[in-house]
């Protein structure tokens, strides 16, 4: 028997095979609407910060594929529902004031507009739901669009009857939110003929309420696609680090950072990442996954991933950078060559010390290691020392009273700093 999938245009095919589908309205009839010819589709980014993250990557690429399908993408920021955000497990937003809103409108907007293609038959837009939401009184809001939501169905969606049953509880702001996220989907379907919504599955109550409100106001049939929430194979959330979110925008995670964050995947998660966030084909990832088996401490599928990842986020120089540095840092590569910024960044995810290096009673190597952390003790570190396996800016040291000069520091306030081949640290030098 012919499975379903078998019937689906390439797009959704390709979207499966990626394990890309977690729920879908009624996959079939989407095939056959996309079969037809092409479609319009739309992904929405709340302005909740000043970036989107690697949570809305997934997003934003799906987008892509759909739309290299042969589709017309939408990008949705909601200046409207990001002044209210949608509820969470953890309990209510904190509101933003309008101004900040906009101003994260602006930079989301701009990170949306890298990812799609704006030429073209298949040409994206990008659409700010406060265009049609402020001019909105409440009583229109209420009777055009209120009457037609159940308060039943509304409070069985997860995060509501969660939030309910807390001691916070909810407030009316964000219970109001699957509303205005369901206006959404109908303003764009009368607009620009928009069938297709995409979200991740958590936001599966939130898709379904702006197809259930098309159904309703104009008798039409309208697709939700979600995606799975992408989880680590221990189970744990994926796209934090211990800095916290895996930030798109440079200004609050470094390319370097970034890259560090996918080198590091681990074997079990790396061929379904890269299934997820590169454009590589499937039987290139299964060669990726035949490396990864048969040599895993070659970490071919991790140096795929962060390479096309960072690439696809930062762009090719970034990425050239991020590689140099790492190269670099470890003694396989020219520090020297490494531009400051991406040193600077390097050295802060290594761990950076401030130390007073340079002055006539500086640290010596031995101070260097303890104060660092990459020894224990000082006895520790002259035992380092003698054994051969103390570095600095590359040189090996085997004097432990060697006391590095203003002279030895890169940029000069940096010096990297190494136990053995693996453990580093960074130290900036400040004034005695």
């Given at each position: 028997m012919a499975r379903v999938t078998d019937q689906l245009p390439d797009v959704l095919r390709d979207l499966s095979a990626r394990d890309l589908i977690a729920q879908s309205t009624d996959l079939a009839a989407l095939g056959a609407d996309m079969t037809a010819g092409p479609i319009t589709a739309y992904v929405g980014f709340d302005p909740t910060a000043p970036s989107l993250h690697i949570g809305n990557l997934v997003q934003l690429l799906t987008m892509r594929r759909i739309q290299a399908g042969g589709h017309r993408p939408l990008g949705l920021v909601g200046g409207a529902t990001g002044l209210i955000g949608d509820p969470r497990m953890s309990g209510e937003r904190v509101l933003n004031d309008a101004d900040t809103v906009a101003g994260w409108v602006d930079r989301i907007r701009s990170q949306v507009e890298r990812f799609l293609d704006f030429d073209g038959e298949y040409a994206a837009r990008i659409v700010n739901n406060l265009d049609w939401t402020a001019p909105l009184s409440?009583?229109?809001?209420?009777?055009?669009?209120?009457?037609?939501?159940?308060?039943?169905?509304?409070?069985?969606?997860?995060?509501?009857?969660?939030?309910?049953?807390?001691?916070?509880?909810?407030?009316?702001?964000?219970?109001?939110?699957?509303?205005?996220?369901?206006?959404?989907?109908?303003?764009?379907?009368?607009?620009?003929?928009?069938?297709?919504?995409?979200?991740?599955?958590?936001?599966?109550?939130?898709?379904?309420?702006?197809?259930?409100?098309?159904?309703?106001?104009?008798?039409?049939?309208?697709?939700?696609?979600?995606?799975?929430?992408?989880?680590?194979a221990d189970g744990t959330k994926f796209g934090k680090s211990e800095g916290g979110a895996i930030w798109l925008d440079p200004q609050m995670l470094s390319p370097y950072a970034f890259y560090q964050f996918w080198i590091n995947a681990d074997d079990r998660d790396v061929v379904r990442l890269l299934k997820v966030f590169t454009f590589r084909s499937l039987d290139e990832i299964a060669d990726l996954a035949e490396q990864t088996a048969s040599r895993p401490q070659a970490r071919a599928a991790q140096r795929a991933l962060a390479a096309d990842v960072t690439t696809l986020v930062h762009g090719a120089a970034a990425t050239e950078g991020a590689i140099a540095a790492s190269g670099a840092l470890f003694g396989r590569g020219d520090l020297a060559a490494v531009d400051e910024p991406t040193l600077a960044a390097a050295l802060v995810e290594a761990g950076l010390t401030d130390l007073p290096v340079g002055a006539a009673d500086g640290p010596t190597v031995v101070q260097l290691l303890r104060e660092t952390g990459l020894a224990a003790s000082l006895s520790e570190a002259r035992r380092i020392v003698a054994e051969g396996g103390a570095v600095v800016n590359n040189q090996r040291i085997g004097e432990p009273d060697h006391r590095p000069a203003a002279s030895d520091l890169l940029f000069g306030q940096y010096l990297v700093v190494r136990r053995g081949r693996k453990a580093i640290a960074g130290v900036r030098a400040v004034a005695g």
């Amino acid at each position: 028997m012919a499975r379903v999938t078998d019937q689906l245009p390439d797009v959704l095919r390709d979207l499966s095979a990626r394990d890309l589908i977690a729920q879908s309205t009624d996959l079939a009839a989407l095939g056959a609407d996309m079969t037809a010819g092409p479609i319009t589709a739309y992904v929405g980014f709340d302005p909740t910060a000043p970036s989107l993250h690697i949570g809305n990557l997934v997003q934003l690429l799906t987008m892509r594929r759909i739309q290299a399908g042969g589709h017309r993408p939408l990008g949705l920021v909601g200046g409207a529902t990001g002044l209210i955000g949608d509820p969470r497990m953890s309990g209510e937003r904190v509101l933003n004031d309008a101004d900040t809103v906009a101003g994260w409108v602006d930079r989301i907007r701009s990170q949306v507009e890298r990812f799609l293609d704006f030429d073209g038959e298949y040409a994206a837009r990008i659409v700010n739901n406060l265009d049609w939401t402020a001019p909105l009184s409440a009583i229109d809001f209420l009777r055009d669009v209120g009457k037609h939501f159940r308060m039943g169905r509304m409070l069985a969606k997860e995060t509501v009857s969660a939030r309910l049953h807390s001691d916070e509880g909810l407030s009316f702001t964000e219970f109001s939110y699957q509303i205005l996220q369901g206006m959404d989907y109908l303003e764009l379907y009368r607009r620009y003929g928009c069938t297709l919504q995409t979200g991740g599955s958590d936001q599966w109550g939130n898709l379904t309420s702006g197809t259930e409100l098309i159904r309703k106001v104009t008798g039409s049939t309208v697709h939700a696609l979600a995606t799975p929430l992408i989880t680590k194979a221990d189970g744990t959330k994926f796209g934090k680090s211990e800095g916290g979110a895996i930030w798109l925008d440079p200004q609050m995670l470094s390319p370097y950072a970034f890259y560090q964050f996918w080198i590091n995947a681990d074997d079990r998660d790396v061929v379904r990442l890269l299934k997820v966030f590169t454009f590589r084909s499937l039987d290139e990832i299964a060669d990726l996954a035949e490396q990864t088996a048969s040599r895993p401490q070659a970490r071919a599928a991790q140096r795929a991933l962060a390479a096309d990842v960072t690439t696809l986020v930062h762009g090719a120089a970034a990425t050239e950078g991020a590689i140099a540095a790492s190269g670099a840092l470890f003694g396989r590569g020219d520090l020297a060559a490494v531009d400051e910024p991406t040193l600077a960044a390097a050295l802060v995810e290594a761990g950076l010390t401030d130390l007073p290096v340079g002055a006539a009673d500086g640290p010596t190597v031995v101070q260097l290691l303890r104060e660092t952390g990459l020894a224990a003790s000082l006895s520790e570190a002259r035992r380092i020392v003698a054994e051969g396996g103390a570095v600095v800016n590359n040189q090996r040291i085997g004097e432990p009273d060697h006391r590095p000069a203003a002279s030895d520091l890169l940029f000069g306030q940096y010096l990297v700093v190494r136990r053995g081949r693996k453990a580093i640290a960074g130290v900036r030098a400040v004034a005695g």
